[in-house]
C-alpha cells in the first residue's frame, strides 16, 4: 500500500509540477480507450520504440501516455507522457523544479539514442526512479523509470536508445 500511495503522490506531483504553463490542444468527455500491446515493437502518433518481451505495454492516446510494467506487481514501471509546453522554461528548468519538490540532486544532461534529455535520479517513498525530460519544439516529453537499478538494466537503457519522437 506505501508504494502504491508513494507511485500515486509522485506521478501527481510529477504531472502537475512538469506541466505547469502548457496549453490543452483540446478537450474532450470522451473516457480514454487504452490499447494493449503485444511484442517488441511499439508505435504511436507520436512515438516509437522497442522494448523487451517480459514489459507490458499500455498506450492511452487520448492523453499521449504510454505505460510499461514488468513483474506482477509492478516492481519496474516506467511512465512516458508527451504534452504542449509553450513556455520558454526549458528541459533542465522543468527538472530542476520538480527536483526541489523531492530533495533530489540538480538536473544533468544525459543522452540516449539520438536524444538528449535532462536527467535526474531520486528516491521517493522507498523507490528508487529517475525523470528524463526533453523539449522538442513546445512539445514536452517526460519519462519516469521507478524500480532498483533500472537505470542499469541493458532492456530499459536499448528501449531509451530506440525511442523515435514524430513531432
Known amino acids: 500500500m506505501r508504494k502504491v500511495t508513494a507511485l500515486f503522490v509522485l506521478l501527481l506531483l510529477t504531472s502537475v509540477i512538469?506541466?505547469?504553463?502548457?496549453?490543452?490542444?483540446t478537450e474532450t468527455n470522451e473516457k480514454p480507450v487504452e490499447t494493449i500491446v503485444a511484442g517488441e515493437s511499439f508505435d504511436n502518433a507520436f512515438m516509437s520504440f522497442t522494448y523487451p518481451?517480459?514489459?507490458?505495454?499500455?498506450?492511452?492516446?487520448?492523453?499521449?501516455m504510454v505505460n510499461l510494467q514488468r513483474g506482477v506487481m509492478g516492481d519496474a514501471y516506467i511512465l512516458i507522457k508527451a504534452e504542449i509546453d509553450d513556455t520558454p522554461r526549458t528541459a533542465a528548468d522543468m527538472s530542476n523544479e520538480f527536483s526541489?519538490?523531492?530533495?533530489?540532486?540538480?538536473?544533468?544532461?544525459?543522452?540516449?539514442?539520438?536524444t538528449e534529455y535532462a536527467k535526474?535520479?531520486?528516491?521517493?517513498?522507498?523507490?528508487?526512479?529517475?525523470m528524463l525530460v526533453v523539449k522538442?519544439?513546445?512539445?514536452?516529453?517526460?519519462?519516469?523509470?521507478?524500480?532498483?537499478?533500472?537505470?542499469?538494466d541493458e532492456g530499459v537503457l536499448n528501449l531509451l536508445k530506440s525511442i523515435k519522437y514524430k513531432f
Not at 101 to 114: F, K, M, Q
Open 120 to 130: 535526474i535520479s531520486f528516491n521517493f517513498g522507498g523507490i528508487d526512479q529517475t
Open 53 to 64: 518481451k517480459e514489459w507490458k505495454v499500455s498506450d492511452v492516446p487520448q492523453t499521449k
Open 18 to 25: 512538469v506541466s505547469c504553463g502548457g496549453k490543452k490542444t
Open 100 to 114: 526541489k519538490l523531492v530533495s533530489g540532486p540538480a538536473s544533468e544532461n544525459a543522452t540516449y539514442g539520438t
Open 136 to 152: 522538442i519544439g513546445n512539445n514536452k516529453v517526460s519519462i519516469t523509470i521507478q524500480g532498483k537499478g533500472l537505470m542499469e
